[in-house]
């Protein structure tokens, strides 16, 4: 069980930015994050737990602007290996105040691994049916993971990329049927698509730092994770 592995394991408080479908922005929710995260004054590791993909440590690497966000890359030990998977990803993690685990899109080792050791699970989803079609196959995996936890993490769901108008209203009323799933909420605040996004990932930022209103989105994201458990600023980074 997750609660038997040593108590360093579950000192930060994690949050893994998964979906079991590519292309959903988790990378760039991801990274979002971290900046902001680290601008309040938290102590902050970001995961990149896609081995074969390493998005979020290229952005990490191409970063020159404070603050500084520390990457590593989790690769789950083979399936012959001794090693207890949880075990590697806890001694990868260390010691923060916040780890978020970005994590490949599609079932693997590695984003079982991520799963199991979340304290909260923040899916972006773009408009789209196929997109929801992978909720079915996320909540899944989650159930397989009561082996090894307590109690599923919680699981919120955010619309990202959502277009103008009345078709972001429809993207979310189809992803309302999602949260009567016990644990699983909806996102009040969508992440709109803003040309702020593409900018910013290749240059190692924030979309935040391009334009108010893309920091306003995550402002407001960041604001609904804080009251579901993410820790509290410490003091603002400017």
């Known amino acids: 069980m997750l609660a038997d592995l040593p108590k360093a394991a579950r000192s930060p408080y994690v949050v893994a930015v998964a979906a079991t479908k590519g292309g959903t922005g988790k990378t760039s929710i991801a990274t979002a994050l971290a900046v902001e995260s680290a601008r309040r004054g938290l102590d902050v590791l970001l995961v990149d737990a896609d081995a074969r993909q390493r ?10 602007a404070s603050p500084r966000v520390p990457c590593k890359v989790f690769t789950p030990p083979p399936p012959e290996s001794s090693t207890n998977p949880l075990l590697a990803l806890r001694d990868l993690i260390g010691e923060r105040d916040l780890v978020l685990l970005d994590a490949g899109g599609a079932d693997s080792r590695a984003l079982r691994a991520v799963l199991a050791v979340a304290d909260l699970v923040l899916v972006p989803l773009r408009a789209g ?3 929801l079609w992978s909720l ?7 159930d397989a993971l009561a082996v090894v936890r307590d109690a599923p993490p919680p699981v919120v769901l955010v619309l990202n990329q959502a ?16 949260v009567a799933r016990p644990g699983w909420t909806l996102a009040e605040p969508v992440v709109r698509a803003r040309v702020a996004w593409p900018r910013a ?28 458990g993410l820790p509290e600023p410490q003091e603002t980074f400017e």
């Open 163 to 178: 277009p103008a108008g009345k078709l972001a209203d429809e993207a979310r009323a189809l992803l309302a049927t999602y």
């Open 129 to 131: 049916a196929f997109e």
């Open 201 to 228: 990932g290749g240059s190692g930022l924030s979309p935040a730092e391009f334009d108010a209103p893309a920091r306003a989105d995550i402002d407001r994201l960041y604001d609904v994770l804080t009251r579901l």
């Open 55 to 64: 998005s979020a440590a290229l952005w990490a690497a191409a970063r020159e």
């Open 136 to 142: 079915d196959d996320l909540a899944g995996i989650l």
